[in-house]
């Protein structure tokens, strides 16, 4: 089987080209990209040769090669010969299938290898330029200058990057668009490839690139579609869920994911079983691992020496490092128990097939089963840890894939990076994931180096690979797009990358000045506080020496103040920004915008990031507003603007940018947080608006509801609690919304007070409980009562009763307002007993305060309240029957002597505050209450 998109175009084919194309097809199909690039009318077309149509089309008429041959694709393509051979279609499908094999070369010598069999430049270029290596790399460095987009460079050394734009002006021939239905998909393809070229995402591109992903979704997708196939779908899924996680669109990737899975039918869970992962461990404990099961039963016969027996499995693989750690084992050693020891993440089953798998033995996958569990791991590890998708829970996907083997070299690759770069942030692993991706790097070194020149000069610590220890062509290409594999100089920097953060500055600065990094080198010895050192990397590149020629300035001594160099670097935007950043420069912030013909989205952001750390917020407020102007898919810019919004209290427009941050991110809690800040302003700023004339709530401009904005609110608060569950201003701000609502919110209160509770209890004690909302909230469910409360019976009483009872009261200390609410809940509740028990309590917790006796008025006046309060109590409780306890239905009453407790706390603070307080109104109330108690005992 061939990379699906070959199955796609075969069956997009017209009937008459079916056999024509067919010789062609094969050799595409078996990664013999030369056969293909030999046709007389792919000569003409690069004009190796002419016939009466382009024989007056000049290269040197032309900036650019790739113009040249776009000219000549037009005058072949618009006189066709329809009575012969060289048909309109046919020859639109003809250039079709070069532009995928000049793709297929393309990743060949740059991702997968071995190394190319021919020479793209003496295949592509006339004799004239393909003889002249002087000649071969300007026009190389004119093509990939002309790969920058939106003030994006490519990266500089690309090998072999007349094969990608050959492709790409092939593929932007309005012809072959119009006419041929495959020419979508690898179009796609094509301008991903050029997304990943460019050191940032550009916008640009990824507009281009989701505006081709959306129209295909009708041809690949639906199973209603006549040129759809289940592989197809798919495989494309697969490929669509690598966009996504590179643009870190993570939870569409996931989407993507499990619809593949799904429709594979493929079975896999995350659980944990009893085993041992280190040597000296004495007792098992849960380990996670990833049980996999592909849905087709041809391989899963028990494995001799790693290897299936009965399972056609490619010998062929890549080097896998041993761990050879003195601690962890090599693999998880899995006790041997029944299944049902098994903890299930998340408490969900496992599917039925999964439980008789041996977790130290399973059987191999299917490479797309493969691709799925590694499409995974990268996403998660793309997410924040706060999501709880952390590394730790991303590594069994890596080792299923591994242990378990796989018949695909590429795929065998990439879990092998997949693996080295989860081991990398781990102390009992971060060598073998070191020098795994250094076996990696030189494996990708000595496949795609072939013996023309390179622009990289490198060196490996591994000879190239035998024949027999590698793979062919079409194995290593036919999941190459769902991988989304790394090329070459992408595989350095990471390894160069991985070595910064190890301390191993020399070994980095090798690796980046090799690949003419100079910003990531630049970046490598700022991290090191060696500024100085990082800005002359960077000048150098932008400037000329400061005096003289520069080949003889001396390195440690020239700072680069000399004249700008004539035509700037294609990253010098990238480069001045970095300049900035060292040393806090708006105007290199300004030069980088001016420079990238104020398409460098990333000059405004640093500069609306500099500008609010000043807060200033005008000018912050410029600056990114410019920067989405040309990216409009950048959430933290989206963020940043809202904030600036916010703390010039225009809540209109904040409220704009937050929607947009949330629309592109809904996992936000911070923005989902902030936007319903926003809203709830805009009630307060509504009047003002409405006579302006505007909308006082753009999200929702129809709406007569005077409260909508503060509803908005509230639901916004709701979805930033579920996202940020720890954080306490959210669940405070939720509470006070909740409550101010009309009608009020309760279940969002009752929520709100319990997480709050939760959080906070241990440390504020009952400072954390909201007196007045829950007095409010027992006030609601007492009034509303139509029938007696049932303990038994759910709804929001009960969950009253239980956050009282569970959350509040263990909280509670010296509050008299919240023991006088525990009180109105008890007689609600029908519990006389507590009722007057916690009157009690908040009578004690009142008279106890220290000074009140020659205090303020204000405090012997809240006393009086608080113990005529308690006097009442007693009367109106007494001699009530108990309805709880032992005695509960005995017909005792709740305190016979009621009236003794009542006189004697009436007594006695008049007794305490007698020196200071008699005559006053407070004491005539006690006075009186004390009148009102004589008579009985």
């Known amino acids: 089987m061939a990379d699906a998109y070959l199955s796609f175009l075969r069956i997009t084919l017209p009937d008459d080209l079916v056999s024509v194309l067919s010789d062609i097809l094969n050799h595409l199909e078996k990664g013999e990209y030369d056969a293909v690039l030999q046709s007389p009318q792919v000569a003409i077309l690069l004009g190796l040769q002419d016939n009466e149509k382009t024989q007056d089309v000049s290269a040197s008429d032309f900036p650019l090669w790739s113009d040249y041959v776009s000219r000549r694709l037009g005058l072949i393509l618009a006189n066709c010969d329809e009575e012969t051979q060289d048909s309109a279609a046919y020859l639109q499908h003809l250039f079709l299938v070069v532009a995928v094999a000049c793709l297929y070369a393309f990743l060949q010598s740059n991702v997968t290898g071995p190394p190319l069999p021919f020479s793209s430049s003496k295949t592509l270029f006339p004799q004239e330029i393909s003889s002249n290596p002087s000649a071969v790399s300007t026009l190389r460095q004119d093509l990939i200058q002309s790969l920058s987009a939106d003030g994006e460079a490519a990266y500089k050394l690309t090998p072999n990057i007349e094969l990608l734009c050959l492709a790409d002006t092939i593929l932007s021939s309005p012809p072959i668009q119009k006419n041929i239905k495959a020419a979508a998909w690898v179009k796609l393809r094509t301008t991903f490839l050029h997304q990943r070229l460019l050191s940032e995402i550009a916008p640009s591109l990824q507009s281009s690139i989701y505006e081709n992903l959306e129209a295909l979704e009708a041809d690949l997708l639906s199973t209603e579609s006549q040129y759809s196939t289940p592989d197809i779908r798919v495989q494309f899924l697969l490929e669509r869920a690598t966009i996504h996680t590179h643009h870190g669109l993570d939870k569409k990737a996931r989407s993507d994911l499990n619809q593949a899975a799904s429709q594979r039918h493929f079975e896999f869970a995350l659980t944990g079983l009893l085993g041992k992962r280190t040597k000296f461990q004495q007792f098992d404990t849960s380990q996670l691992v990833v049980l996999a099961r592909s849905a087709k039963d041809t ?94 829970e991303t590594i069994p996907y890596a080792t299923r894939v591994l242990d378990g083997g796989s018949s695909n070299w590429q795929v065998y690759t990439q879990a092998l990076l997949v693996r080295s770069r989860i081991e990398g942030y781990r102390s009992r692993t971060i060598e073998r994931g070191l020098l795994q991706l250094q076996a990696l790097v030189d494996q990708v070194i000595a496949d795609t180096t072939s013996d023309s020149p390179t622009p990289t000069g490198t060196t490996t610590f591994l000879p190239k690979a035998n024949e027999t220890d590698s793979a062919p062509v079409s194995e290593r290409i036919k999941y190459i797009f769902q991988l989304c594999s790394p090329s070459r100089w992408e595989l350095e920097a990471e390894l160069a990358s991985r070595w910064v953060s190890m301390g191993g500055l020399r070994s980095a600065l090798e690796i980046y000045e090799r690949l003419e990094m100079w910003a990531e080198a630049a970046l490598c010895w700022a991290a090191t506080e060696r500024e100085d050192k990082a800005k002359k990397i960077i000048r150098r590149q932008l400037f000329h020496a400061t005096n003289g020629p520069d080949d003889t300035a001396d390195p440690e001594e020239e700072k680069w103040e000399g004249p700008l160099r004539e035509p700037a670097p294609a990253d010098a935007p990238r480069l001045y920004c970095i300049l900035g950043d060292i040393d806090q420069d708006t105007a290199m912030y300004e030069t980088a915008w001016t420079v990238s013909k104020n398409r460098y989205a990333r000059a405004q952001r640093s500069l609306g990031r500099h500008y609010f750390t000043l807060k200033d917020y005008e000018r912050a407020i410029t600056a990114y507003s410019a920067s989405l102007k040309m990216n409009a898919l950048n959430q933290s810019s989206w963020f940043a603007l809202g904030c600036a919004h916010l703390e010039l209290s225009q809540f209109k427009n904040a409220v704009e940018a937050f929607s947009r941050c949330v629309q592109l991110d809904d996992t936000d809690a911070e923005a989902w947080s902030n936007l319903a800040a926003a809203l709830l302003h805009l009630r307060t700023s509504a009047s003002q608006e409405d006579e302006d004339g505007e909308a006082a709530h753009p999200l929702a401009a129809h709406q007569t509801n005077p409260q909508q904005p503060r509803l908005d609110a509230l639901k916004a608060f709701r979805r930033a609690a579920a996202l940020k569950h720890d954080s306490y201003r959210i669940w405070s701000n939720l509470l006070t919304v909740a409550a101010s609502t009309v009608p009020p919110a309760y279940n969002d209160i009752v929520r709100a007070q319990t997480r709050i509770c939760e959080l906070r209890g241990v440390t504020d004690g009952e400072a954390c409980v909201d007196a007045a909302i829950l007095a409010a909230l027992v006030r609601h469910i007492a009034s509303v009562a139509t029938e007696p409360y049932d303990p038994a019976k759910p709804g929001l009483a009960r969950m009253v009763g239980e956050l009282v009872d569970k959350h509040v009261v263990p909280l509670i200390t010296a509050s008299a307002k919240l023991w006088q609410v525990v009180a109105r809940l008890a007689l609600f509740r029908r519990q006389p007993s507590a009722a007057l028990a916690a009157h009690e309590k908040a009578w004690r917790a009142v008279a106890g305060q220290p000074g009140w006796e020659t205090g303020s008025v204000e405090q012997w006046e809240g006393v009086v309240d608080a113990t005529v309060e308690l006097a009442d109590a007693y009367e109106s409780l007494g001699e009530m029957e108990r309805t709880e306890g032992l005695a509960a239905g005995s017909g005792e009453v709740v305190a016979k002597d009621w009236r003794f407790k009542a006189r004697s706390a009436v007594r006695g603070i008049m007794g305490r505050g007698k020196e200071s307080w008699e005559g006053t109104e407070g004491w005539e109330r006690l006075v009186m209450a004390l009148e009102g108690l004589k008579g009985g005992r």
């Open 299 to 392: 391989n899963e016969a028990p494995r001799v020496d790693g290897q299936e027996t009965g399972a056609k499995i490619d010998s062929s693989r890549p080097k896998t490092l041993d761990l050879n750690d003195d601690t962890l084992l090599e693999s998880i050693s899995f006790v041997d128990t029944p299944f049902s020891s098994t903890d299930v993440k998340d408490e969900s089953k496992l599917p039925a097939s999964l439980t008789t798998l041996d977790p130290a033995n399973q059987p191999l996958l299917e490479p797309l089963d493969s691709i799925i569990l590694l499409s995974l791991a990268s996403s998660i590890t793309n997410t924040s840890p706060s999501d709880g998708l952390t590394r730790e």
